[in-house]
Nanobody
Framework: QVQLVESGGGSVQTGGSLRLSCAASGRTVSPYEMAWYRQAPGKEREFVARITWSGGRGGSAGYTNSVRGRFTISADNAGNTVYLQMNNLEPEDTAIYYC????????WGRGTQVTVSS
């Protein structure tokens, strides 16, 4: 059974940085896509960034406009852990961040809280 576990969330001030991790277990199929979504209080869950994995290496990455240039998504060599490096954080980035795996089916992690104070 596929499991996704996020970590790395926390509280920072405006301009700070955090690095989120999403560890996937129980999956063996490639290609796949892993993505980060976030949900702020009172708002719908929204796409943040995605990365594809095929042939044993990472492929294309994509970002929502509001984080492009500040956030970077990457994967480890085995393709089992995906990272989201978040720099120059803003209060608007405050949300619960979720990892999503698309591999035929869709799997979600439980989320990790990111809080950015001004």
């Amino acid at each position: 059974q596929v499991q996704l576990v996020e970590s790395g969330g926390g509280s920072v001030q405006t301009g700070g940085s955090l690095r989120l991790s999403c560890a996937a277990s129980g999956r063996t199929v490639s290609p796949y896509e892993m993505a980060w979504y976030r949900q702020a209080p009172g708002k719908e869950r929204e796409f943040v960034a995605r990365i594809t994995w095929s042939g044993g290496r990472g492929g294309s990455a994509g970002y929502t406009n509001s984080v492009r240039g500040r956030f970077t998504i990457s994967a480890d060599n085995a393709g089992n852990t995906v990272y989201l490096q978040m720099n120059n954080l803003e209060p608007e980035d405050t949300a619960i961040y979720y990892c999503r795996l698309l591999e035929g089916s869709i799997y979600w992690g439980r989320g990790t809280q990111v809080t950015v104070s001004s």
